[in-house]
């Protein structure tokens, strides 16, 4: 185990594999994007589970995990990223103790576009973080894949 968080969520391991090898595994039900703006990380409020945390969700009929990472991005930060970076996939086990996979993506743009929530947002607000200001809780099992992918060797 690398990490859990309150959810009940744990992230088992993140497997360093290529896009196109996402057909070999069962279950990616899930994508997450890891956007960043000149060294600091786009991250939201989740007001439904009142912390902050990285864009993800689960990919959605006829949908790709790159087209899942990009839609979810925008409809959490309302930021448009097309170009994104694989970097694998996480293998998480749910709080029932199913298993999945969360193909995980990164990109990089060059300035924070607005954020203007709406009642339907699951995100209230959205912020660059240097990983290192203390801003409340953070998702532990986001923070460890940012850690994964991101930071290592750094």
């Known amino acids: 185990m690398l990490a859990k968080n309150k959810s009940g969520w744990i992230l088992l391991e993140h497997l360093d594999i290529t896009e196109e090898e996402i057909v070999n595994y069962e279950k990616v039900t899930g994508a997450f994007a890891i ?9 939201g409020y989740n007001k439904w589970r009142q912390q902050w945390e990285f864009c993800g969700g689960g990919i959605e009929s006829g ?9 979810e991005l925008f409809e959490e930060t309302h930021q448009r990223v097309t170009e994104l970076v694989f970097k694998g996939i996480s293998r998480m086990q749910r709080p029932n103790g199913e298993f999945c996979y969360q193909a995980v993506f990164t990109g990089v743009v ?45």
Do not use: N
């Open 110 to 154: 060059e300035r924070l576009e607005p954020f203007e929530a709406t009642d339907e947002d699951e995100m209230s607000d959205i912020m660059l973080w240097d990983l290192k200001q203390d801003i409340g809780y953070v998702d532990e099992c986001d923070l460890k894949i940012v850690e994964l992918v991101c930071t290592a060797g750094k």
């Open 63 to 71: 949908e790709t995990a790159r087209e899942a990472a990009i839609r």
């Open 35 to 43: 956007v960043t703006v000149d060294g600091q990380y786009i991250i």
